[in-house]
């Protein structure tokens, strides 16, 4: 085996746990988004009068600002960690299939790729929407802007699936040739 081939080889099941860990993190957060929407849609008034109280917030200058927390707002937020933790997934599954196989360069995770590009595109977009609520709820401002770095960052993804979908058609070379 190759020293870059060992190299992945051997990090890859340090990622596959990091990347575990973080999906649990994720779906605990969407599960916090759904509790807040459960709460702001179908409690009584004194849950509910309870859970606002707890978006009072304090600036650095001492001034109090209050967040009227909107089901809207934490619909975004599930949106958006649902979005993350697919991407989380599709990473994860892409290096347990390292872990096994010991090269990166399959269609499967060439499709992968494309995937994450598409979630990448996707979330910049309503990220930067769940970031304009935020700003109208806070300060009164709806200023949406889209997120061009994100939408650069996705076609970066996306040309990186393209050089992988090219490694996969060299490694079945390879491995025919053998």
């Known amino acids: 085996?190759?020293?870059?081939?060992?190299?992945?080889?051997?990090?890859?099941?340090?990622?596959?746990?990091?990347?575990?860990?973080?999906?649990?993190?994720?779906?605990?957060?969407?599960?916090?988004?759904?509790?807040?929407?459960?709460?702001?849609?179908?409690?009584?008034?004194e849950m509910k009068s309870s859970f606002?109280?707890?978006?009072?917030?304090?600036?650095?200058?001492?001034?109090?600002?209050?967040?009227?927390?909107?089901p809207l707002l934490f619909i975004f937020m599930l949106i958006d960690t649902v979005l993350i933790s697919l991407a989380i997934f599709f990473v994860h599954a892409i290096f347990s299939?390292?872990?096994t196989d010991c090269t990166p360069f399959t269609h499967k995770?060439?499709?992968?790729?494309?995937?994450?590009?598409?979630?990448?595109?996707?979330?910049?977009?309503?990220?930067?929407?769940s970031d304009a609520l935020v700003d109208y709820y806070t300060i009164g401002e709806l200023a949406w802007k889209i997120n061009l770095a994100g939408l650069i960052?996705?076609?970066?993804?996306?040309?990186?699936?393209?050089?992988?979908?090219?490694?996969?058609?060299l490694q079945q070379e390879s491995d025919e040739t053998l």
């Not at 969407?30 to 009584?44: E, T, V």
């Not at 970066?156 to 058609?169: A, N, R, W």
């Open 52 to 70: 606002i109280a707890a978006f009072n917030v304090t600036a650095n200058n001492g001034t109090s600002i209050s967040i009227e927390p909107q």
């Open 153 to 169: 960052m996705a076609l970066i993804i996306y040309c990186i699936s393209l050089i992988f979908s090219y490694g996969c058609d």
């Open 1 to 45: 085996m190759k020293p870059s081939q060992q190299k992945i080889a051997n990090l890859s099941p340090k990622i596959c746990l990091i990347l575990k860990l973080t999906f649990i993190a994720c779906n605990i957060v969407m599960l916090l988004a759904l509790c807040a929407i459960g709460i702001l849609m179908f409690s009584g008034a």
């Open 109 to 129: 995770n060439t499709v992968r790729i494309r995937i994450i590009a598409m979630i990448a595109a996707v979330l910049s977009i309503v990220g930067s929407y």
């Open 97 to 99: 299939e390292i872990k």
